[in-house]
């Protein structure tokens, strides 16, 4: 019900944007949030954006990340700016309804950030 799109390889100091499109009414009721993994890492809270349009973002990416959402298209987007070869990983899209243990994720995309 989430498919990310977008990753890629990024020079140090580059920009990326990932895209994750949600299906059905996601967007309007669901938390949508991007998280990561690297190799040999958890999977670590990036961003998120509540349906009510409230975002929260990792010390780690704040001033360097914006995540928005375009209810028209149905998709939630993550700028990446000032990208760090910390930020390499894979990133993953996910939709949770608020107050419950539903939620969705995306299969992931890659993102590399190296000269």
């Known amino acids: 019900q989430v498919v990310e799109s977008g990753g890629g ?6 920009s990326l944007n990932l895209s994750c ?8 009721s669901f938390t949508m949030g991007w998280y990561r ?3 040999g890492n958890e999977r670590e809270f990036v961003a998120t954006i ?11 990416v ?3 990340f914006a995540i928005s959402r375009d209810i028209t298209k ?22 949770e309804r ?9 299969q992931g995309t890659h ?3 190296s000269s």
Request: hydrophobic fraction near 30%.
């Open 74 to 95: 149905k998709t939630v987007n993550q700028q990446m700016n000032n990208l760090q070869a910390a930020d390499t990983a894979t990133y993953y899209c996910k939709a």
């Open 21 to 28: 499109a949600a299906l059905g009414n996601f967007i309007n």
């Open 98 to 106: 608020p107050g419950t243990s539903e939620d969705y994720w995306g």
């Open 50 to 60: 509540s349906s009510g349009g409230t975002t929260n973002y990792a010390d780690s």
């Open 62 to 64: 704040k001033g360097r």
């Open 37 to 39: 993994q690297a190799p």
């Open 9 to 14: 390889l990024a020079q140090p100091g580059g």
């Open 111 to 113: 993102v590399t950030v």
